[in-house]
């Protein structure tokens, strides 16, 4: 499969980047063809801006600032994203290219005001994942990062479309052991992906 990659982490010494490099790996030794984006790398420009709010329903001409971008999610049949969560969310790089790069026409289409998926051809969703918090506490704060990707990417893809929401809780109290085992299930996920 043509597997999409995003990865959003400032630091390449970082957990999260070792996840993003094994990920890319077991893919590619499982015989995808991997698009790895590593938004911080690529310096992707977050911030959607006031001509692209105003041009935000102009299909086609909307694509243009992020032709690129749009043109490799096209080219996907799965995604995987790999990222810390911050606030409660995706850190703000990834958060941006969602706003940017998921445009009607692209992710998403507006049929008589109602909102229509389009990107159907996305048939696998993976997430990798870490959090300081506990996975209680972050249940009590409805864990919104978990059900963006289950809930609201869920809706926008091929209907039934398997999806793996791989997450490493307390990394504040994290040890080799723990970070070694996720390690080594996400390897193995990807690896059978
Ligand atoms: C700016 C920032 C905001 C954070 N917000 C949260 C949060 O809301 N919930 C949470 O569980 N962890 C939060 N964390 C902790 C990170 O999830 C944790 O540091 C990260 O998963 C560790 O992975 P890394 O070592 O690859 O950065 C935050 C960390 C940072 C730097």
């Not at 799965?78 to 990834?94: C, E, M, Q, S």
């Not at 994942?129 to 091929?158: F, H, M, N, S």
Request: with cysteine.
């Amino acid at each position: 499969m043509r597997v999409l990659v995003l990865h959003a982490h400032p630091d390449p010494d970082s957990f999260n980047a070792a996840l993003f490099r094994e990920v890319v790996a077991a893919l590619r030794e499982g015989g995808h063809e991997v698009d790895a984006c590593d938004l911080y790398e690529e310096g992707f420009e977050p911030v959607l801006s006031r001509a692209e709010r105003r041009g935000y329903h102009a299909i086609p001409a909307n694509r243009a600032p992020v032709e690129d971008h749009v043109r490799r999610i096209e080219r996907a049949e799965a995604l995987v994203l790999v990222h810390p969560v911050w606030n409660f969310g995706t850190p703000a790089i990834l958060k941006g290219y969602f706003d940017r790069v998921f445009l009607p026409g692209v992710s998403f289409r507006l049929v008589d005001g109602r909102v229509r998926p389009n990107l159907q051809h996305i048939r696998k969703l993976a997430i990798v994942t870490t959090y300081g918090a506990t996975r209680l506490r972050a249940w009590l704060a409805g864990d919104p990062p978990r059900k963006y990707a289950t809930r609201v990417l869920r809706a926008l893809i091929r209907p039934a479309a398997p999806i793996a929401y791989l997450a490493h809780y307390d990394m504040n109290r994290s040890t080799d052991a723990t970070r070694g085992a996720f390690m080594a299930r996400v390897k193995a996920d990807m690896a059978r992906f």
